[in-house]
Each structure stands twice: as structure tokens, then as C-alpha cells.
């Protein structure tokens, strides 16, 4: 059934059920985001950018997790949603290795079109740095994967176990929580197939091909 929705004043005729963040951006209206990857069925809301207004809601809801609903009015841009964006943005950068010139993804990173469009800094000194120094895995002969520069986003553990090998997941817990193999396992030494969908996933660069 098609259900009539606003956006940002807007009006848009889109499928009913249809994931919010996906009806914006697939008619061109932009939201931050780096962990949702289109046909999820349970997308985590981990990065926390993806914040809108909802006519009628008591507090902003997470784009990603939300479907459209006939007569929905939604608002993507407020001094309120802008004020969670930056902090989840800071949050965000807190564990991240900043090092754009050396790294692969410069210019072609999530991070940094985020920044962009929504005019925060790379560099911000919001909360105390978290150093992971953790070491590269450079075993697998197509990949590596750096941990220090990874977000959580967890897209590449959601890509991983639903096209790949599940080599892939969360480990440990709280400020330790990191993407790994089982045990820590060396990538190469995993039943990884080498798909690569991990890779296309990641939206900074953190898993980059050789």
C-alpha cells in the first residue's frame, strides 16, 4: 500500500513499512549515517546520526529504525537533532585513530562526508581520546584490517555473517569492544572466502583491501 509522508516540508508518496532513513534517502534527502545498510532487518542504530523529529513524538527517533507511516511528518535538520548528532559524532571520533593523510579512505570516507555535510570537526577534543593501539592484521593476501580505526558500526559483521563465512563479530564488552575473528583468530587463518563484502562495507579505514 502507498502511504503519503512530508519530509522536511516535502511530500513524498513512498511504500508503506518502508525503513524512514531509506525513503529520505532514496528520494535524494540526506541523513547521516554510518551503520545501516539497506534491506536490514534489524539495523543496530549503533552511530547514533541518523537522529530525525517525528510530528507527534515526544523526543527524536533513530531514522534507521523507523517505518514510514500514512500522514507521517518528519523533520531531519533542528537545533536539537543537530546538538545529538555532534555529540554521537564526538563519541565516535573519541576511539577513532585520526590519521587522514596517511589513511586509504581519505577523501572517500564516511567520517569525512559527514563532517562535511553536517559542518563538525575530524579533529575534536569533546571528550578524552581513547588510544586502542591495537595490532594490524595483515594475514589474509586481499585484505587487512586495522582495529584502531574502526567505528562499530558493525556493518562489516552484519555483511560478513549474512553473505560471508560469519568470520566476523563483536567481542569483549564496553570501552574493549572490538570487532574480531573467533579467539582472535588471524583472518587468514579463518574459513574467510575472500568475498570482499567486508571490505566494500566498511565506511572508514578500517578494513581496507591490499
Known amino acids: 500500500m502507498i502511504c503519503t ?14 525503513n524512514l532513513m531509506w525513503a529520505a534517502l532514496d528520494n535524494g534527502i540526506g541523513i547521516p549515517n554510518l551503520c545501516s545498510l539497506k534491506g536490514m532487518r534489524k539495523p ?35 537545533p536539537q537533532i543537530n546538538r545529538l548528532r ?10 577513532h585513530h585520526v590519521d587522514c593523510g ?4 581519505n577523501r572517500n570516507c564516511g567520517l569525512q562526508q559527514i563532517a562535511r555535510t553536517q559542518h ?27 582495529p584502531n580505526k574502526c567505528v562499530l558500526c558493525g556493518r562489516c559483521v552484519y555483511i560478513c555473517q549474512d553473505k560471508g563465512t560469519g568470520v566476523l563479530d563483536f567481542a569483549y564488552r564496553g570501552i574493549d569492544t ?8 588471524p583472518l587468514a587463518e579463518t574459513a574467510c572466502n575472500a568475498c570482499l563484502e567486508c571490505v566494500r562495507a566498511c565506511p572508514v579505514g578500517s578494513l581496507y583491501e591490499k
Open 86 to 95: 555532534k555529540f554521537s559524532f564526538d563519541l565516535l571520533l573519541s576511539r
Open 178 to 185: 572490538r570487532v574480531s575473528t573467533f579467539a582472535g583468530m
Open 44 to 78: 543496530p542504530a549503533s552511530c547514533r546520526l541518523c537522529y530525525v523529529e517525528i510530528n507527534g513524538r515526544p523526543a527524536p527517533v533513530t531514522a534507521c529504525t523507523e517505518v514510514v507511516a500514512d500522514g507521517m511528518a518528519i523533520t531531519t535538520a533542528s
Open 120 to 146: 563538525f570537526k575530524i579533529l575534536s577534543k569533546r571528550f578524552k581520546r581513547i588510544e586502542m593501539q591495537l595490532p594490524a592484521d595483515t594475514s589474509h593476501p586481499q585484505f587487512n584490517y586495522d
Open 5 to 18: 509522508i512530508s519530509i522536511d516540508g516535502r511530500e513524498l508518496r513512498v511504500e508503506s513499512g518502508t
Open 102 to 105: 596517511a589513511c586509504v579512505k
